[in-house]
């Protein structure tokens, strides 16, 4: 499913225009984003958590040139499904 | 708490900035996370613009083995959610780090602390695959590390050696330069007394020889003063006025030896003397007496002169006294 599907389906289930779910959709996220930026994670019930995961710097060797690099540190958006999620796709997916 | 956000923060903020109803929110909020859930199952693949791509992916089965047990266990075929974050929100994520950049490192350059990892693992095992199928590059390719280690290792030992070798010689010096300087600093001369036996022994002959009448010349300390109290004691019934007689000996003999078990008085001038550099009352005391410990007299003949009698300026001249030994001690010793 993609953003387009995405968005009509959720305005007909809530029964607003497509333009007013985009937009209460954008800002949806662009709280969620804010968030992370400050480093909280999200976690949202019966769905999950983003979090923001730090990764060291490490040396990373190219096997085929030998060249070393040394690979900075980077904060990584990290999404971690709830228990309940991962059953309910469990069970769905064994369905079929 | 303040570092977690969650659902009811979300529809805080929506009621706040879109004017929404509380209910309106809460039910946006739960029908947006429910319909991901709802479009996972159905297309196992859901994409959000703005947030990213959430993906259900097969896991396959495998087999493990339990950490506790240790026996092999089949670990059952499963789905995860993959989550891919759109590169606006990466980028967005990682601001503080986004001014570092990948940087190619030269060969020299080390860092202990961080293990070296290969980019792709499973490349560098394939390469390792194929020379253990074939035999003889393997031997071939076996043999070469070997024959390189001995010479790693020897230059590990070159390069280790002269360091060792430079250490030791430091600290040997400092030893030997601590000690000769202790020895200057404090007064003392370690010259076994055994020694100072054998020289003042070899001494006593060759001035036997040169002087007419070695009952009067003071050699050694204790053996001399025996031998003499003996001459004195067999003279002394004979001719009273022989001790005036060595006393003046004493001084004819410009260096003789004076033991400093003995007191001494001090009878006149003998000479003069003028300081030259790197000369101390000590050294000039061992010149005219032969005895070095015997400068106290110089000191105490000299007094008007020597302020200081541990720093003598050079060119001071001073005066050499003529030492008797007292005559209390050598008379009364015969008469006992």
């Known amino acids: 499913m993609n953003n387009k599907e995405f968005i009509s ?88 | 708490m303040t570092d977690k956000t969650i659902r009811q923060d979300l529809i805080d903020f929506l009621i706040e900035h879109h004017q929404m109803e509380p209910a309106d929110a809460e039910a946006f909020v739960k029908a947006f996370f429910t319909l991901i859930e709802e479009a996972l199952v159905r297309d196992r693949y859901v994409k959000i613009k703005g947030l990213g791509t959430f993906k259900l992916i097969e896991v396959n089965a495998r087999e493990s083995v339990d950490v506790n047990t240790g ?77 390189e280690a001995p010479s790693r290792m020897e230059k590990n030992i070159v390069m280790r050696l002269p360091w060792c070798m430079i250490s030791a010689i430091l600290l040997l010096g400092v030893l030997v330069g601590g000690i000769v300087a202790w020895m200057l600093g404090s007064g003392r001369r370690y010259i076994p007394e055994s020694m100072l036996h054998c020289y003042f022994e070899n001494q006593k002959p060759a001035e036997t020889i040169s002087s007419d009448k070695p009952d009067s010349v003071m050699l050694a300390p204790v053996v001399t003063v025996a031998v003499r109290t003996d001459s004195v004691s067999k003279k002394s019934v004979t001719k009273t006025d022989e001790k005036g007689k060595t006393a003046k000996e004493e001084i004819s003999i410009r260096k003789e030896n004076l033991s400093d078990t003995v007191e001494y008085d001090m009878t006149g001038t003998k000479t003069t003397y003028t300081l030259r550099s790197g000369e101390s009352l000590a050294r000039i005391s061992l010149k005219f007496y032969g005895n070095k410990k015997l400068w106290p007299y110089l000191a105490r003949y000299n007094k008007q002169i020597i302020k200081n009698p541990n720093n003598v300026p050079v060119g001071t001249t001073i005066r050499i006294p003529v030492l008797v030994p007292k005559r209390t001690k050598s008379v009364e010793r015969p008469s006992n």
């Open chain 1, 9 to 96: 389906e959720l305005s007909r289930r809530l029964g607003y225009t497509v333009k007013d779910a985009t937009t209460v959709t954008d800002s949806l996220i662009a709280c969620i984003i804010q968030d992370l930026q400050e480093g909280k994670n999200v976690t949202i019930q019966n769905f999950g958590t983003f979090e923001v995961k730090k990764k060291m710097e490490r040396i990373s060797v190219n096997p085929l040139t030998k060249q070393r690099f040394l690979v900075p540190p980077k904060l990584n958006l990290c999404f971690k499904p709830n228990l309940t999620l991962k059953e309910k796709l469990k069970s769905n997916t064994s369905d079929d």
């Open chain 2, 71 to 147: 026996e092999r266990i089949q670990i059952k075929e499963y789905t995860k959610v993959s989550f891919i974050p759109e590169a606006s929100v990466r980028d967005a994520v990682n601001k503080p780090f986004a001014h570092f950049e990948t940087v190619l490192l030269k060969d020299d350059v080390h860092f202990s602390d961080m293990p070296e990892s290969s980019e792709n693992e499973e490349n560098t095992v394939e390469v390792q695959d194929v020379p253990s199928a074939e035999n003889a590059s393997n031997s071939v390719l076996q043999s070469e590390p070997v024959s």
